[in-house]
T-cell receptor, first 117, second 111 residues
Framework: GAVVSQHPSWVICKSGTSVKIECRSL??????MFWYRQFPKQSLMLMAT?????????EQGVEKDKFLINHASLTLSTLTVTSAHPEDSSFYIC?????????????FGPGTRLTVL | QKEVEQNSGPLSVPEGAIASLNCTYS??????FFWYRQYSGKSPELIMF????GDKEDGRFTAQLNKASQYVSLLIRDSQPSDSATYLC???????????FGKGTLLTVNP
């Protein structure tokens, strides 16, 4: 159990376009999901915490109007990168925390590699 | 600023040896501690979590926690080439479920 999927696994887009990334918990309910970004050879940096039915909480320095997060159900959160630019190219990874079960473990999706040309 | 420090490595061990990975954290209020393994180009996968002082064993992996020293470690016994990856230490603070990650230690197990 505790499988998290992401779609798409990779995307290439032109500068100025918007990209939507989906994160789904497949076999459990997740009240809380997290969105991370990872640049090459660096660790994961938390971008925002997504709570089902409420507004996301963004980390300092993350533009909420650029990175739109929607957590409409207990199994789905989406991240939309609006007006993407080359500096937004990165590996975006979501994680989901089980609503019930062992502790506060976060389970990660496989990630989405975004390349902005 | 909550910090999690790890030796960046690379740590190189021969096959069959014990690999020891270390992590220190700055927030004394930290509640939960996690070790993730990340292969190149992939997302992290959970290896172990530990909440209480002492040792926790799961197969070839043992996590050790010392809250007084603000130190957590991961031992990998009988290391295999397939264990070659970056190991991320993550710490959860006391007030929310957010994780703070270390930069990771690159482990290479040589056949």
């Amino acid at each position: 159990g505790a499988v998290v999927s992401q779609h798409p696994s990779w995307v290439i887009c032109k500068s100025g376009t918007s990209v939507k990334i989906e994160c789904r918990s497949l076999d459990f309910q997740a009240t809380t999901m997290f969105w991370y970004r990872q640049f090459p050879k660096q660790s994961l940096m938390l971008m925002a915490t997504s709570n089902e039915g409420s507004k996301a909480t963004y980390e300092q320095g993350v533009e909420k109007d650029k990175f739109l997060i929607n957590h409409a159900s207990l199994t789905l959160s989406t991240l939309t990168v609006t007006s993407a630019h080359p500096e937004d190219s990165s590996f975006y990874i979501c994680s989901a925390k089980r609503t019930s079960g062992p502790g506060d473990t976060q389970y990660f999706g496989p990630g989405t590699r975004l390349t902005v040309l | 600023q909550k910090e999690v420090e790890q030796n960046s490595g690379p740590l190189s061990v021969p096959e069959g040896a014990i690999a020891s990975l270390n992590c220190t954290y700055s927030d004394r209020g930290s509640q939960s501690f996690f070790w993730y393994r990340q292969y190149s180009g992939k997302s992290p996968e959970l290896i172990m979590f530990i909440y209480s002082n002492g040792d926790k064993e799961d197969g070839r992996f043992t996590a050790q926690l010392n809250k007084a020293s603000q130190y957590v470690s991961l031992l990998i016994r009988d290391s295999q080439p397939s264990d070659s990856a970056t190991y991320l230490c993550a710490v959860r603070g006391g007030s929310n479920y957010k994780l703070t990650f270390g930069k990771g230690t690159l482990l290479t197990v040589n056949p």
